[in-house]
């Protein structure tokens, strides 16, 4: 069945980077957009930008623009989402999803942004 | 980019009641391109309706959508006790996603 699998939690310092993965299996790989959305704790969610896993053409929602990167290995089914210039307020829990609209998602991964 | 805005922010109702949730986009969504997620605390989002009115997989019948211009209705026909979660709207209509602010359908 289809599943996209996340790291549990990160902890990093600000002004440091985070690449978080999300390894998909249980369906082609590459026919499928990947999301990144993150949600704050108690907030709402936050969409921050696709990527195609089979041309590696990627979209960042604006506020993300030169600061995040999407990527994928093919080879290993995965796709990762890398945030520098960490901040406090990028603390929140980051979840992959696949497609368009997003009918599949990972788990999330809990990033803590803390001196 | 599309804003959507999401009212109300709460809804308090009963079980067995109503409920009609709105989603306004600042703009012309394309094609409808718009679609409802559930999300329970602790749990990721769960994708309800697509193309602002078609079902996903496994979604019951209580669950419906609709547009009228750039105004999209959720409606629950009647709230099971499972229903109670918070809700988004989503445009996918533009290269630029956005989500809505989100509803909380809580038991009054």
């Known amino acids: 069945q289809v599943q996209l699998v996340q790291s549990a939690a990160e902890v990093k310092k600000p002004g440091a980077s985070v690449k978080v993965p999300c390894k998909a299996s249980?369906?082609?790989?590459?026919?499928?957009?990947i999301h990144w959305v993150r949600q704050a704790p108690g907030q709402g969610l936050e969409w921050m930008g696709w990527m195609s896993p089979s041309s590696g053409d990627t979209k960042y929602a604006q506020r993300f623009q030169g600061r995040v990167s999407m990527t994928r290995d093919t080879s290993i089914t995965t796709a990762y989402m890398e945030l520098t210039r960490l901040r406090s307020d990028d603390t929140a829990v980051y979840f992959c999803?696949?497609?368009?609209?997003?009918?599949?998602w990972g788990q999330g991964t809990l990033v803590s942004v803390s001196s | 980019e599309i804003v959507l805005t999401q009212s109300p922010g709460t809804l308090s109702l009963s079980p067995g009641e109503r409920a009609t949730l709105s989603c306004r986009a600042s703009q012309s969504v394309r094609s409808p391109y718009l679609a409802w997620y559930q999300q329970k605390p602790g749990q990721a989002p769960r994708l309800l309706i697509y193309g602002a009115s078609s079902r996903a997989t496994g979604i019951p019948d209580r669950f419906s959508g609709s547009v009228s211009g750039a105004d999209f209705t959720l409606t629950i026909s009647r709230l099971e006790p499972e229903d109670f979660a918070v809700y988004y709207c989503?445009?996918?209509?533009?290269?630029?996603?956005?989500f809505g602010g989100g509803t909380r359908v809580e038991i009054k």
């Open positions: 989503q445009q996918y209509g533009s290269s630029l996603l956005t």
């Open positions: 999803a696949r497609g368009t609209p997003s009918g599949w």
């Open positions: 249980g369906y082609n790989f590459t026919a499928f957009f």
